[in-house]
């Protein structure tokens, strides 16, 4: 028997050889495609379909909506069918927004990918659909969770962001690929959000011989990511609006120029309070109030006990420093920022049974204070922040 190829073992069998037809998408069949990766890369990472909530990552809460929207979609179970091997278009997760009333451009629009191409008969080219190195940007920082003790932070960055409005801090590009910017204390924006660098862990040498180290980062919105420096540092690199945040500048405390809110001379007192309530009097040693005033401070704290700043109970001077020239709003901010997370949690209520949610009160050692005023007097408090672990002031 003569060899035969395989086009004559096919016309032998009687069978009719049809070239396969390539797969011809449309535009907008490409955007929902690309959607749906997304939602996938996360299900693939997570092992569960991504969720609605304000607890949530952004990102997470992006695919939730998108998820949504793709089930409404009349053609997306059959366009999407031999991608979803996990069954997420079939789930019942609920709809957080009203998609029935939306037409097909505005359902795309929610999906992220928008309806415009470069060229309409070029699919290939789109707009509006996020390139892989914005992607991984976003992804680096992603993985965040609920911060159970944001009440502790929450007044620093509402401080920060009174200070960018009236110019004591300023936002700047990162000028070198360096990791000493992402150091304890710093502040910067990222994806849109600010976030803070509230602990930086030890030190360690990756596989590659690279130093780097574990770093806890708090979002405005309530969220902290575990995240490494370096990593951090790739996303705010790849984020093109990112920005550092300068610090407030110990500089104009001692000018010999005057600005409106200079006084003479002044004095930073730190106060003790001899209140009876139960947390007080536990951590009465660490506890400490710290303000300045251009008067007396016997003055200032005459009427302590009827005021709620001051607890509603007397106090106790136990340091006072002298200082001459100074910008009191400058020095007062750089001791919230310096001491913000060390900030006392405690709720009162005043003489009326108000609530009161007293400020400028901190759990810090005084010879901490101490040393931080010395840092003022010689300008190099800024390169320095306060870790609560340690109780001690570091580089």
């Not at 902290?224 to 407030?248: G, K, M, N, P």
């Not at 007062?332 to 949690?345: M, S």
Request: aromatic share 8%; charged share 30%.
């Amino acid at each position: 028997m003569a060899e035969m190829n395989d086009d004559d073992l096919l016309d032998a069998l009687g069978v009719e050889a049809i070239p396969l037809k390539a797969a011809n998408r449309t535009p907008r069949e490409e955007r929902i495609i690309a959607g749906f990766e997304d939602i996938l890369r996360f299900y693939q990472a997570h092992g569960r379909a991504p969720l609605h909530g304000e607890d949530r990552d952004i990102f997470e809460r992006l695919y939730a909506v998108r998820l949504d929207q793709l089930r409404k979609l009349p053609e997306a179970p059959t366009l999407l069918a031999g991608m979803d091997s996990y069954g997420l278009l079939s789930g019942t997760a609920a709809v957080s927004v009203d998609v029935d009333d939306m037409d097909e451009d505005a359902l795309l629009a929610e999906l992220g990918v928008g309806s415009e191409v470069v060229d309409q008969n070029d699919i290939t080219v789109l707009r509006h659909v996020r390139s892989t190195t914005e992607k991984r940007a976003a992804e680096e920082i992603a993985n965040r969770t609920r911060c159970n003790d944001f009440d502790k932070f929450e007044p620093l960055f509402e401080r920060v962001k009174i200070e960018l409005a009236n110019g004591i801090r300023e936002t700047r590009t990162f000028q070198t690929r360096s990791m000493d910017e992402i150091q304890q204390g710093v502040f910067f924006i990222i994806g849109g959000q600010l976030a803070y660098v509230a602990t930086v862990g030890e030190e360690f040498t990756t596989k590659y011989e690279r130093r780097d180290s574990r770093l806890r980062v708090i979002f405005d919105n309530g969220t902290e990511s575990e995240v490494l420096q370096r990593s951090l540092q790739r996303a705010l690199h790849r984020d093109d609006v990112a920005r550092l945040i300068t610090d407030s500048s110990a500089g104009p405390l001692f000018s010999d120029k005057a600005e409106p809110d200079d006084i003479e001379s002044g004095t930073i007192y730190v106060l003790r309070s001899q209140s009876n309530h139960p947390f007080v009097a536990e951590h009465r040693e660490l506890i400490h109030k710290i303000g300045v005033t251009g008067g007396k401070v016997e003055t200032r704290i005459a009427c302590a006990n009827k005021d709620s700043t001051y607890l509603l109970a007397d106090v106790e001077v136990v340091a006072t420093y002298k200082l001459h020239n100074l910008n009191r709003t400058r020095l007062e901010n750089i001791f919230h920022r310096l001491f913000g997370a060390a900030q006392l949690d405690l709720t009162i209520e005043d003489r009326f049974g108000n609530p009161v949610k007293p400020r400028e009160w901190f759990l810090v050692p005084l010879h901490v204070i101490n040393e931080a005023v010395e840092r003022i007097r010689d300008g190099s408090i800024t390169n320095f922040a306060y870790d609560p672990q340690t109780a001690r002031l570091v580089s």
